[in-house]
């Protein structure tokens, strides 16, 4: 099968959701960042031992969208990360899942994609359960996925995500 280091992941999410939060707990400390910022898109690429990182925010205008796209073709797993406390933009981020899953260059690859329920210690954060519904989850049964509540501050949840992603690749 494919090997581990040759895995890229994708990270995506809404603006906000914890993104840059959860790589800097995966980033190994002497790794150097490139943030390739252009106006409304920041990219954000990074290598760990195993596997290559390529972070976006999925918000902003549609007009950037394509630039983001143009890493679905290459990539072997996607994480997306969720802000559980933002219940007014859970409907956004469900509708970017589904553009995310119905993209061709995505649709037929059976990425796995693992979902971080992110900001479980905000006391009025969904649990993953709830986030899971709410995205509606239980229709995706083309493709591996594994939802996790996490505390991208603490890490609480991270590692047992990216276990399972890794096993994933292997
Ligand atoms: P990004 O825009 O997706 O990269 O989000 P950031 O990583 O910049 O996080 C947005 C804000 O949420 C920052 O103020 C973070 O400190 C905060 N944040 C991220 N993850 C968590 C979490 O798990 N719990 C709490 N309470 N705050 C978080």
Redesign the pocket.
């Known amino acids: 099968g494919l090997k581990k280091k040759d895995a890229k992941v994708l990270v995506v999410?809404?603006?906000?959701?914890?993104?840059?939060?959860?790589l800097n707990h995966l980033k190994p400390e002497e790794a150097k960042t490139d943030i390739v910022a252009t106006v409304g898109f920041k990219q954000e690429v990074f290598q760990t031992k195993t596997l290559q990182f390529t972070a976006f925010?999925m918000s902003g205008q549609g007009r950037y969208r394509s630039l983001w796209e143009h890493y679905y073709k290459e990539c072997n797993g996607i994480i997306f990360?969720i802000d559980s406390s933002d219940k007014l933009r859970m409907v956004v981020a469900k509708d970017e899942l589904d553009t995310l899953l119905q993209h061709p260059d995505i649709k037929d690859k059976r990425t796995p994609i693992l979902f971080f329920a992110?900001?479980?210690?905000?006391r009025d954060a969904l649990s993953s359960v709830k986030c899971s519904q709410l995205l509606g989850l239980d229709m995706v049964k083309d493709r591996a996925w594994h939802i996790c509540a996490?505390?991208?501050?603490s890490g609480e949840g991270l590692a047992e995500g990216i276990d399972w992603l890794t096993e994933q690749l292997q």
Do not use: E, W, Y
């Open positions: 999410g809404l603006d906000n959701s914890g993104k840059s939060t959860i925010d990360v992110n900001k479980m210690d905000l996490s505390n991208a501050i």
